[in-house]
Nanobody
């Protein structure tokens, strides 16, 4: 069982920056594909950014060029650096972990979420 603990959310003015962290425990972190999702009130949970176990990154169009996902395998941590924040970025941000030890096995884990609020 993998546990994910997010931190770093808060209230920031438009144009500001925040850095989210997610510490994983209970698994072999370097084998996990990691991602950040977000969910605004009344909306579905959407993928924001992802990073594979090999370090390949991808971003949603809405955050590309402003957000950066990275990982530190020595610290079992994935980060989301968010710059030039906009009010539309306001949401609960969730850390996600996926590991597929075999073709048949596909395990997914979620953190509890951290609130990011961007004021205009």
């Amino acid at each position: 069982q993998v546990q994910l603990l997010e931190s770093g959310g808060g209230l920031v003015q438009a144009g500001g920056s925040l850095r989210l962290s997610c510490v994983a425990s209970g698994g072999i972190f370097r084998r996990h594909d990691m991602a950040w999702y977000r969910q605004a009130p009344g909306k579905q949970r959407d993928l924001v950014a992802s990073i594979t176990s090999g370090g390949i990154t991808d971003y949603s169009d809405s955050v590309r060029g402003r957000f950066t996902i990275s990982r530190d395998n020595a610290k079992n941590t994935v980060f989301l650096q968010m710059n030039n924040l906009k009010p539309d970025d306001t949401a609960v941000y969730y850390c996600h972990s996926r590991v597929r030890p075999t073709i048949e096995a596909d395990y997914n884990f979620w953190g509890q979420g951290t609130q990011v609020t961007v004021s205009s």
